[in-house]
């Protein structure tokens, strides 16, 4: 994977994925994944994180947020990395590296994009085979999205309903769902590379300026069509992609899944 992409600019939106140290399944059960969710929750009040999708698998997390300018998100991750890791080694008596040293962070058009790839974050655990329905996994951005909860709301929703163009929430509700069952009778499940491993996707105009707006950070990324979406991205260096399996394996239950990576 490579190294993160840590430029984020102001009012972009970004794809977030963070992987648990060499891959392990340390979010496996439902308390870890809580946990963090709370953080999420936190940097939310903390900083103004504007969390747009999100779920969390049981090694690897991905986040949708638009930046605001202000350092909120790496801010954000900071706060939800560290205290997450903490619990779990205190919990377990555990020393030792618990995320990847970075995440990588994927500037996302606000056109089409940002609707392939919000399904694409949603369809993670049905990927993965853990699930026939992200209704079905608790930690997800699509649960809150189609049942928002009268407590501890992550998402939000002005924001969406801005990005999207719509009059009101229950109108994006639907909407949404509609996208999500579209993708499901489509048999459109297959693993997308570009929303975990480009700089940016998007229009050919939206990845240019990505690049010109990066500076030194971006000239010696490559601007090219992108495989898995009808567009462009900004590339990284190549790497290889493997699934990977823990060393124990377990029933493919919501609660307690042990399951290729999905990303």
């Known amino acids: 994977m490579p190294r993160a992409s840590r430029h984020f600019l102001p009012n972009h939106v970004w794809h977030i994925t963070h992987r648990c140290h060499e891959r392990a399944f340390l979010l496996k059960f439902a308390k870890d994944r809580q946990c963090w969710l709370r953080w999420l929750f936190e940097a939310k009040k903390r900083y103004g994180l504007c969390v747009l999708d999100y779920v969390v698998t049981s090694n690897h997390i991905h986040l949708l947020v638009r930046d605001r ?19 779990y080694n205190q919990r377990k008596q555990r020393q030792g590296a618990y995320w ?6 994927t500037a996302v058009d606000t056109e089409r994009y940002l609707a392939q790839c919000l399904v694409y974050i949603d369809l993670n655990m049905v990927r993965a ?22 407590r501890y709301r992550i998402i939000d929703r002005l924001a ?6 719509v009059a009101k929430w229950s109108e994006l509700q639907q909407t949404h769902a509609q996208w999500v069952e579209a993708a499901l009778a489509g048999g459109a499940l297959g ?3 570009c929303w975990s491993e480009a700089v940016a996707v998007g ?4 990845v240019a300026s990505v690049k010109t707006a990066l500076g030194l950070a971006g000239r010696h990324r490559v601007a ?19 699934p990977h399996f823990g060393h124990e394996m377990g029933a493919l239950s919501p609660d307690n ?5 999905q990303t």
Do not use: N
Not at 69 to 87: K, N, V, W, Y
Not at 100 to 105: G, I, Q, V
Not at 257 to 261: D, H, P, S, V, Y
């Open 100 to 105: 990847e040293d970075r995440y990588h962070a």
């Open 191 to 193: 693993r997308e590379s």
């Open 203 to 206: 229009s050919e105009a939206f």
């Open 129 to 150: 085979g853990v699930v026939r329905h992200p209704r079905e996994w608790a930690a997800s951005g699509y649960r809150e999205i189609q049942a928002l909860p009268d």
């Open 69 to 87: 300018g202000e350092g909120e998100i790496a801010r954000s991750m900071q706060l939800i990395a560290g205290r997450t890791g903490q619990a």
């Open 224 to 242: 090219s069509p992108a495989d898995d979406v009808d567009g462009f991205l900004l590339r990284e260096a190549a790497v290889s992609y493997s």
């Open 160 to 165: 969406l309903i801005e990005l999207f163009g």
């Open 257 to 261: 899944a042990i399951f290729w990576e």
